[in-house]
């Protein structure tokens, strides 16, 4: 079953591939996609859509993201998402749900090269819902401040810092738990950029340490980019296994 859940998302990829391409435009720097941990400080854009989905997979089995996203204004984005996927048991893998994850993100000042910081703010929660082993332990609640700095007349090196604190109401001894990640994103040739973070807690999933996660990040068009990703946890009580993961954001334009 994992391989055809493997599989059946890569024939997704493939797909929203084949959609993009028929509006591609001359690559330039966009906003951040999941998988990657620290977010900066940008929104989709007024009247604008966007789907983030990424795979994820480690020693404990896998999991498939999806989030929708929406600009009813300039400066706010409201974000509707969930995950699926299977842990990897002894003698088979058990399946799971996710849903929903809910999340506002306001844009007080953008990031423009060479100048000022942009600075942004997000909150969110996530309910007790779902099937499985990705079933969240109870109610849960995160925010944090993204702050981006551009440097190069083309955001030739983009650096991201974010500080926050989670919440989850469950019977934990780490209910809260404060979160911060550093993030750096390079760019090497036309589209292509390299791009690697540390950071202290998942938003989305409480519980985890300090971590590092390296990859790629290629922009066909500032409506399409994908992302590839590796990364290990290397502190906390309990550190994150090797994992590695693929990513792809789309926007479109239908309302605008």
Do not use: C
Not at 41 to 54: K, M, P, Y
Not at 69 to 74: C, K, L, V
Not at 105 to 125: A, C, D, Q, R, T
Request: glycine residues 12%; charged residues 20%.
């Amino acid at each position: 079953m994992k391989n055809l859940l493997f599989l059946f998302s890569f024939w997704i990829f493939l797909s929203l591939h084949a959609l993009a391409q028929s509006s591609l435009r001359l690559a330039q720097p966009a906003q951040r996609v999941r998988p990657f941990i620290t977010d900066d400080a940008r929104v989709v854009g007024r009247r604008l859509w966007q789907l983030e989905s990424w795979y994820r997979q480690d020693e404990g089995g896998l999991e498939q993201w999806f989030l929708f996203a929406y600009g009813p204004t300039r400066w706010l984005e409201l974000t509707f998402g969930g995950v699926t996927g299977a842990e990897r048991l002894p003698t088979t893998n058990e399946f799971g749900l996710g849903i929903p994850l809910l999340q506002a993100k306001f844009l007080f000042k953008e990031y423009l090269p060479n100048e000022l910081p942009g600075v942004g703010f997000v909150i969110g929660s996530f309910l007790p819902s779902g099937t499985g082993p990705l079933k969240p332990e109870g109610y849960g609640a995160f925010s944090y401040l993204a702050v981006t700095q551009s440097l190069g007349k083309n955001d030739d090196l983009l650096l991201h810092l974010n500080l926050g604190v989670s919440y989850i109401d469950a019977p934990r001894p780490d209910k809260r738990q404060f979160t911060w990640g550093l993030g750096a994103q390079l760019r090497m040739i036309d589209g292509f950029h390299f791009v690697g973070e540390f950071f202290s807690g998942d938003p989305y999933v409480p519980g985890s340490g300090l971590s590092y996660q390296i990859g790629f990040r290629h922009f066909f068009s500032d409506d399409f980019q994908i992302d590839g990703t590796f990364g290990k946890g290397i502190g906390g009580e309990s550190p994150l296994p090797p994992w590695f993961s693929a990513g792809v954001r789309l926007v479109f334009h239908t309302f605008e």
